[in-house]
């Protein structure tokens, strides 16, 4: 399998695999850094595929990014490894796209990744200290 080039703002061409069935690109690179405010999401790499499967283009990846912001807990800064997983399709004859991400003959990875990303992260994100002084409470307390 190739490995599929990315443009330099995070767009996927793929036309090349719309264009024959069975045709399929590994992905592997480097995404831009991008910010929620609250978040903050650094060192995006994205593996995967896309591939033409009759007519239809699938594309599955891992996202792993470092996020860092304060703690929901004690409100120190933190930042620890995330993951994310991307499985969209494009079904050519039907001509509805699964997602906006999804134009022309270009994916929108960045778009696809930073959602994945923003849908993955819980709403109160904890530093490790709290994660295990919660985990201790919850063992005194009788929970699991
Ligand atoms: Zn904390």
């Given at each position: 399998?190739?490995?599929?080039?990315?443009a330099a703002n995070g767009?996927?061409?793929?036309?090349?695999?719309?264009?024959?069935?069975?045709?399929?690109?590994?992905?592997?690179?480097?995404?831009?850094?991008?910010?929620?405010?609250?978040?903050?999401?650094?060192?995006?790499?994205?593996?995967?595929?896309?591939?033409?499967?009759?007519?239809?283009?699938?594309?599955?990846?891992?996202?792993?990014?470092?996020?860092?912001?304060?703690?929901?807990?004690?409100?120190?800064?933190?930042?620890?490894?995330?993951?994310?997983?991307?499985?969209?399709?494009?079904?050519?004859?039907?001509?509805?796209?699964?997602?906006?991400?999804?134009?022309?003959?270009?994916?929108?990875?960045?778009?696809?990744?930073?959602?994945?990303?923003?849908?993955?992260?819980?709403?109160?994100?904890?530093?490790?200290?709290?994660?295990?002084?919660?985990?201790?409470?919850?063992?005194?307390?009788?929970?699991?």
């Amino acid at each position: 399998m190739q490995t599929s080039t990315l443009a330099a703002n995070g767009k996927l061409n793929i036309s090349d695999i719309m264009k024959s069935e069975g045709e399929s690109r590994k992905i592997s690179c480097n995404l831009a850094d991008f910010s929620t405010g609250e978040w903050n999401y650094s060192d995006l790499f994205v593996t995967g595929a896309v591939r033409n499967n009759a007519g239809r283009i699938e594309l599955e990846c891992d996202v792993n990014a470092i996020i860092s912001g304060p703690c929901s807990r004690c409100s120190r800064d933190f930042h620890k490894n995330m993951t994310a997983q991307i499985d969209e399709f494009l079904s050519e004859n039907e001509q509805e796209p699964s997602s906006e991400y999804f134009y022309g003959f270009a994916v929108d990875l960045q778009g696809l990744a930073a959602e994945a990303l923003i849908l993955a992260t819980p709403i109160a994100e904890r530093c490790e200290e709290c994660e295990k002084d919660i985990d201790t409470e919850g063992k005194i307390n009788g929970g699991t």
